[in-house]
Structure formats: structure tokens, C-alpha cells
């Protein structure tokens, strides 16, 4: 036993550990030295965009490539196929590297595509190409690798990118935006909704137009290098985002939603926080037929469905705490200028209640004219009143079931004080 602990000893004294641990350093090291970088056998893409023409399916791709030079790191590659994966495996063969979507930020989808149906496209890049499902989503207009192009540019010159452009702040009640989770959500809930952002491209200076400068395309396996030089005029791109929303039906594109509707929308998710209301002629001791611009710095909604003798009843109760941004008069008056003043009158107070309601009732009306559970009115009395709804879903035809429903809205309107 004690030839054993002196054997041990001399084996793992000080000097010994060291040359040990050095040589598990060396067995670990070695083989990775003779391992090609990644960025040698891998493209990184950022950003991939779909697009169907005739009977063909082409994809676009910017793919970052570490440079020290910052102004020519994004480089735009194109493909075409029969098939998805025939596309994106051109688009491979042009870069002579395998593509890698763990870093693709965001996936854009053309029209064509859209109106034919997303799922089989998204459940490719998924399960096969391992795109995260926080990608941000959007639709686009225009040709496919001129899109693509202009993005990469973006990034570029502006040092913006379009998947915060798109995704700004949920808090603010003027965007929506979709990642592939969302719209998997959405997809497989019983009503089947989807929204994505819908970014146009276009060539003259237009609503929320962002330019870019267009360097030149490749239409088949092939790349153009982004570039920040500005080129003629007849080649300006801009890329305009204006607030308006694709909403998916079932996986294929169904309507487009103007930034007005989506707003009015928005109203009933309490993840959009903040926001403007604007009211008009509103008359009292301090205001003299004045435009009031009202900012929400909080917005709690409450839903309550209930059943009033079989007729569903679905209560939101809507409490806005306000500031008073700005007050438009012909002849503005000093009592506007008091600081003592309480300036959320009872008068502007009935204003911005009537004006809300307005634009709630205006929402309602859309979803039921147009079939589209925006509000999630089947969630809501699924989860709350699940026996009282199916009962009542069993009486009327389940595709118009939003318009025998009472809609109840309450408004709480206070100031920050």
C-alpha cells in the first residue's frame, strides 16, 4: 500500500501535472489546426428571399463575408430551380460553399408565393435548413434579387436593418410585426391567421421611402458585390415601408391591412402600449374649437367574454393613461401656457373616449366584413367559455360567427398626474 500511494504521488506531483495536461492540450489542438475555418466551407447568410415566376422557384441571398473591408462584406447570390431545394442548392454551387441560415435574420416572401402558400417553404427552411424561428418575416414587392440587393445596401449605407425597421417597438401602436413562430401560432390555431410586415420596393421617392443605391443584379446563380456608391438616377431604389400588413388565411396571403386599420387593431393587444390619438373641435373653459393631439403612455385592456341569455358577450375594458402632446388653434390664448392648468378637461376627455370607441367599433366592423379574427375573439371565449362558445358556434354557420356577438367596450381615460 505504501509502494502504491508513493507510486501515485510521483505520478501526479507538480512537475508531472504539467507535462500532463500538456500533452492532453496537444491531442485536443492538433486536429483542429488541420480544420478548414468555417467561413471556408460555409456561407453565412443573413437574409434569404423567395419568389415564384412562372414554373420556376427563385431564391436570392446575402451572404456576409468577414472582410476588413466594411463596404464590401454583404454579397448578394441568386438561384433558380424547380424546386426550393434545387434553388438553394444553385445558389450553393455559385458560392462553392455550403449555405448556413443559423444567422439568417430574415426570410422574404414575394407575392406569388404568398398567394399560392407559405407553409411548405417555411417547413423547408426549418426542419432542413435549420433557420431559427425567431426570423423575421415580411412580404415584398418587386424582383426578387433587386430586393434582396437593396437590403444589403441598406445595411450599408444607412446603417439600418430592415429586420428593426420592421420590428420598431410593439409598444407603439402603429406596427405589426411576424416571426415564424407567430405565424406558426397563428397557422395552426382554429381561426388559421397570419400577418407579416409588406415592404415594397419601387423607384421613386415615395410615403416612408428609405433610397438605396442599386449596384447592379444577377438574375441566375450568379452575385452582385453591395456597394455604398450611388449610381444614376434612373437606378435609385427605395425601399418603403408605409405600415401596411399582409394578413394570411390558412397560409396564403388573403388581404393587405392599411397602417389606419392596423392601428385600430392594435387597440385591443395590450402589447401595444403607446400611441397618438387625435380629436378635433373640442370647445371648453380652456380650449376654443381646438385639435388636440393626445399621447397614450399606457394602455391596460381588460376582455371579458360572457353569455347573456345564449348571446355571447365579449367586454374590453380599455384604460389610457395620456399626455397632451399638442394643441392645434386658430388664436391660441394665454390660459393654454398656465402650468396649473389641469388640460385633460372632461370636454377632451369625451372627446378621446368617442374617438376610440369610433375606431373600435371601426376594427369590429372590418373583422366581421371580412371574416378575419383580428381580435382574438375565438381564444378568448375558447379558453373562458369553452362549453357556452361550442354551443353557440353549433347554432350559427361557424364562418360568420363574429357578427351574432355584443360587443361591449368601456373607456377609462386619465392623465399622467
Known sequence: MKKMKKKLKSIFSPKKLVL?????????????????ALSQTQAIVTMLCVEKEEDMIKV?????????????????????????????DSVSLAIGKEMGFAQCKIMALGENICSQGVMQVLDYMTRTKKVGRNAVLVTFTGDVVDFTQSVANLNLEKSLRLD?????????????????????????????????????????????AIEVANSGTSSN????ESTSSSTGGEDKK???????????????????????????????????????????????????????????????ISI???????????????????????????????????RNQDFLTNALIEKIKQKMESDMREIISYC??????????????????????????????????LDGIDYQINIEVKSEN
Do not use: C
Not at 60 to 84: H, R
Not at 282 to 293: E, L, P, Q, T
Open 20 to 36: 500532463w495536461l500538456s500533452i492532453l492540450i496537444l491531442i485536443f489542438t492538433v486536429p483542429a489546426f488541420n480544420k478548414s
Open 164 to 208: 428593426r425597421i420592421v420590428s420598431f417597438d410593439k409598444r407603439y401602436i402603429l406596427t405589426q410585426d411576424s416571426n415564424i413562430e407567430t405565424f406558426y401560432i397563428g397557422y395552426y390555431s382554429p381561426i388559421s391567421l397570419g400577418l407579416m410586415p409588406k415592404i415594397k420596393l419601387g423607384t421613386s421617392d415615395e410615403f416612408n
Open 368 to 401: 366581421q366584413n371580412n371574416k378575419v379574427d383580428l381580435l382574438g375573439v375565438y381564444k378568448h371565449f375558447y379558453a373562458l367559455k369553452n362549453k357556452e362558445f361550442e354551443e353557440y358556434l353549433s347554432k350559427v354557420n361557424e364562418e360568420n360567427y
Open 221 to 224: 446563380s450568379g452575385s452582385t
Open 60 to 88: 436570392a441571398a446575402t451572404v456576409l463575408t468577414p472582410s476588413q473591408d466594411k463596404k464590401a462584406n454583404f454579397q448578394v447570390y441568386s438561384g433558380e430551380g424547380e424546386t426550393l431545394g434545387y434553388a438553394v
Open 238 to 300: 427605395f425601399i418603403i415601408n408605409d405600415g401596411t400588413v399582409s394578413l394570411f388565411r390558412d397560409g396564403r396571403h388573403y388581404i393587405d391591412m392599411t397602417l389606419d386599420e392596423v392601428k385600430k387593431a392594435n387597440i385591443f393587444v395590450n402589447d401595444a402600449q403607446k400611441g397618438t390619438i387625435v380629436v378635433e373641435g373640442v370647445s371648453d373653459h380652456i380650449y376654443n374649437d381646438a385639435k388636440v393631439v393626445v399621447n397614450i403612455l399606457k394602455k391596460d
Open 304 to 338: 371579458k367574454p360572457d353569455f347573456k341569455d345564449g348571446t355571447p358577450i365579449y367586454k374590453t375594458d380599455v384604460s389610457l393613461t395620456v399626455f397632451i402632446d399638442e394643441v392645434i388653434e386658430e388664436n391660441p390664448s394665454e390660459r393654454l401656457l398656465r
